[in-house]
């Protein structure tokens, strides 16, 4: 079991770019979750998803962010117009159906410069 | 109000040394969950402990949900435990998490 696979481990993008990204999570699990870390803000919930179905979006900024998990195997995080204020660790994590606990990829440490 | 609180946020032992962490929450709880972050690193779940005592090697959660709080004790620290311990509750099954500010721990040799 490789765990929750987040990719690119690493991003730096210009101020007005576009960042995507990736979240595998562990095989079977049917909930995704993002969450995004900062140093002033700590741990902040973005989204989630059951089933592919988006459950529960309240954590987004409403411009800008959208997430999307088009297959089981896969979920996105896009970024448009990136501004320095979206640098941060971006975190996904799954859980199975008949569990609670959360498992957390390494995460996406995203720099706008 | 903030509804998962952390103490202390921050912490020092010296090697050897018991460490009592604390997590109190203001709203309902279906589950806890205690994590453990080194600095750059990723959440390492340490426990899901919706209520009572589990334990781990030199580590036990304890939840109380009528008294919302749950706490992480570390027996005998090592230098090695030094990180960020974090709690985080969910207040609806397979719902979101609600994290702590955390608690940075630092355990000198």
């Known amino acids: 079991n490789a765990g929750v696979i987040q990719t690119p481990r690493h991003k730096v993008t210009g101020k007005g770019q576009e960042a995507t990204l990736w979240c595998e999570p562990i095989s079977g699990h049917s909930a995704v979750f993002w969450y995004r870390q900062t140093i002033v803000q700590g741990l902040e919930f973005l989204t989630y998803?059951?089933?592919?179905?988006?459950?529960?979006d309240s954590g987004m900024p409403k411009e800008r962010f959208s997430a999307q998990m088009p297959n089981q195997s896969h979920s996105t995080l896009k970024i448009q117009s990136t501004q320095p204020q979206d640098s941060a660790v971006y975190l996904c994590a799954s859980s199975s159906d008949n569990q609670d606990t959360q498992y957390f990829g390494p995460g996406t440490r995203l720099l706008v410069l | 109000g903030q509804q998962v609180q952390q103490s202390p946020a921050s912490l020092v032992l010296q090697e050897g040394e018991n460490a009592e962490l604390q997590c109190n929450f203001s709203?309902?709880?279906?589950?806890m969950q205690w994590f453990y972050q080194r600095p750059g690193g990723s959440l390492v779940s340490l426990f899901y402990n919706p209520s009572g005592t589990k334990h781990s090697g030199r580590l036990t959660s304890t939840t109380v949900i009528k008294e919302r709080r749950s706490s992480l004790h570390i027996s005998s620290s090592q230098t090695t435990d030094s990180g960020t311990y974090l709690c985080?509750?969910?207040?609806?099954?397979?719902?979101?998490?609600?994290f702590g500010g955390g608690t940075r721990l630092t355990v000198r040799p």
């Open positions: 998803f059951r089933n592919q179905a988006p459950i529960d």
């Open positions: 985080a509750l969910n207040n609806n099954a397979g719902a979101k998490l609600t």
């Open positions: 709203t309902s709880l279906n589950s």
